[in-house]
């Protein structure tokens, strides 16, 4: 046992007006709540040219219950996952973003729900503008067309982290989320749902709602199914 009971991994890339804010609310949460015996936040600074890294750095050597991973350069979203979750050592895991769109306080709500889970995910209630609905209908259409089915949810999410450790994730993308639903129910493992919800970001432009991003999730897809192929086929 590592001693830690919660690992919560931040993936940065260029979050510098954002970041701060976001792992001080984190440590509070956390601290605040008798149920989190112990705890660790590791922020992925994924390649970031606009400070973000030495914001990292500073937060660390503030908290002792923060450390930094840094990318030399960006391997996008899952690849600043895969590089968190290796690092944790928390018998729970879980990630937020760093733009602030995911309270990390709704970890906590899933911690209640979880019982003897081994995966808690949260079905994400938000209210969205026309532009992000339709995107939101695109992903899911790409979804059933190229895996075959409309994952359940996720937002945030807690899972068991000597489960999460021995997964072999390879998206580069968010789609890296969608990797560790698929591991748990590949392999018959308890997963439940909860409902979670998110707000705006604290500032700045999503890094998720551009074309480059958008191409990239697609190409990942196409892998992934492939992956379930292989994995149905063992």
């Not at 392999?187 to 432009?205: C, D, H, M, Q």
Request: aromatic fraction near 4%; include cysteine; charged fraction near 25%.
């Amino acid at each position: 046992m590592s001693g830690v009971m919660l690992t919560v991994v931040i993936p940065a890339f260029n979050e510098a007006g954002n970041l701060e804010a976001v792992v001080e609310e984190t440590l509070s949460v956390m601290a605040a709540d008798p149920a989190v015996s112990s705890f660790e936040v590791i922020v992925v600074d994924d390649g970031s040219r606009d400070g973000t890294g030495a914001i990292a750095d500073r937060l660390a050597a503030t908290h002792r219950t923060v450390s930094v991973i840094h990318h030399p350069s960006n391997r996008g979203f899952g690849g600043a996952l895969r590089s968190g979750f290796s690092a944790s050592r928390g018998d729970l895991v879980s990630a937020i973003s760093a733009d602030g769109e995911l309270p990390p306080g709704q970890i906590l709500t899933l911690l209640k729900e979880m019982g003897d889970a081994d995966l808690i995910v949260g079905r994400r209630e938000r209210t969205v503008n026309a532009f992000r609905l339709t995107l939101t209908f695109g992903l899911n259409l790409l979804f059933r067309v190229i895996l075959g089915f409309v994952p359940d949810a996720s937002a945030i999410y807690v899972v068991r982290g000597d489960l999460l450790r021995r997964m072999d994730l390879r998206s580069d993308t968010g789609l890296a989320n969608l990797e560790v639903l698929l591991h748990c129910r590949h392999s018959n493992r308890r997963i439940r749902t909860g409902v979670t919800w998110t707000r705006p970001r604290l500032s700045g432009e999503s890094k998720v709602t551009n074309l480059r991003t958008m191409w990239r999730t697609l190409v990942e897809m196409v892998k992934l199914r492939s992956a379930i192929r292989e994995r149905a086929r063992a």
